[in-house]
């Protein structure tokens, strides 16, 4: 157990880190928490950018600071909808775009709407708007269990959290 003199004395020594000042340094450091690529090797799909994921990921950790596997794994949660959503986004606007298509001779707004028209009638567009508010609800729900266990637990500022590979690389 650490004496009060030996915690204040960390405490001070921690206030006096300036942390990383290079560019090089500092990305390297946002990097800290990410210890293996599994979550990424989960949810990108070949097309899309491991990396752009991984920066995201680098983002939110940083931001959130997450202080113990739990707190990672809820902000992961948060990063793995927050991705999925830019997807259906993406997915979204090139379905609109390509139904636009079809109807060429009319301005631009009227493209859209017969678009929008076409694909409400059919289960595509209704389903995609559901799976985005979906996605939101899981997003929300992240944020929302973070703030609680962090009211109800709360944790001392620390390093960034390092886990272990939950699987062999």
Same mark, same amino acid.
């Given at each position: 157990?650490?004496?009060?003199? =030996?915690?204040?004395? $960390?405490? /001070?020594?921690?206030?006096?880190?300036?942390?990383? %000042?290079?560019?090089?340094?500092?990305?390297?450091?946002?990097?800290?928490?990410?210890?293996?690529?599994? !979550? /990424?090797?989960?949810?990108?799909?070949? +097309?899309?950018?491991?990396?752009?994921?991984?920066?995201?990921?680098?983002?939110? %950790? +940083? =931001?959130? =600071?997450?202080?113990?596997?739990?707190? !990672?794994?809820?902000?992961?949660?948060? %990063?793995?909808?927050?991705?999925?959503?830019?997807?259906?986004?993406?997915?979204?606007?090139?379905?609109? +775009?390509?139904?636009? /298509?079809?109807?060429?001779?009319?301005?631009?707004?009227? =493209?859209?709407? /017969?678009?929008?028209?076409?694909? $409400?009638?059919?289960?595509?567009?209704?389903?995609?708007?559901?799976?985005?508010?979906?996605?939101?609800?899981?997003?929300?729900?992240?944020?929302?269990?973070?703030?609680?266990?962090?009211? %109800?637990?709360?944790?001392?500022? $620390?390093?960034?959290?390092?886990?272990?590979?939950?699987? +062999?690389?």
């Amino acid at each position: 157990m650490s004496s009060l003199r =030996r915690i204040l004395s $960390s405490r /001070a020594n921690g206030l006096l880190a300036k942390g990383p %000042v290079t560019a090089e340094g500092k990305l390297r450091s946002s990097q800290n928490a990410i210890s293996h690529g599994l !979550l /990424a090797r989960c949810l990108v799909l070949e +097309d899309e950018s491991p990396e752009a994921f991984q920066s995201l990921l680098a983002e939110y %950790v +940083d =931001r959130l =600071r997450p202080t113990d596997g739990l707190e !990672l794994g809820i902000v992961e949660e948060m %990063v793995a909808a927050c991705w999925r959503m830019r997807r259906s986004w993406a997915t979204e606007t090139h379905m609109i +775009d390509t139904a636009a /298509a079809d109807f060429s001779e009319a301005p631009a707004i009227g =493209r859209i709407t /017969a678009a929008f028209k076409t694909l $409400s009638e059919s289960p595509a567009l209704p389903l995609m708007h559901r799976y985005e508010t979906r996605l939101h609800m899981l997003y929300q729900r992240a944020l929302q269990n973070l703030m609680l266990f962090r009211a %109800v637990i709360p944790n001392e500022p $620390s390093p960034i959290f390092e886990h272990p590979p939950l699987i +062999d690389q």
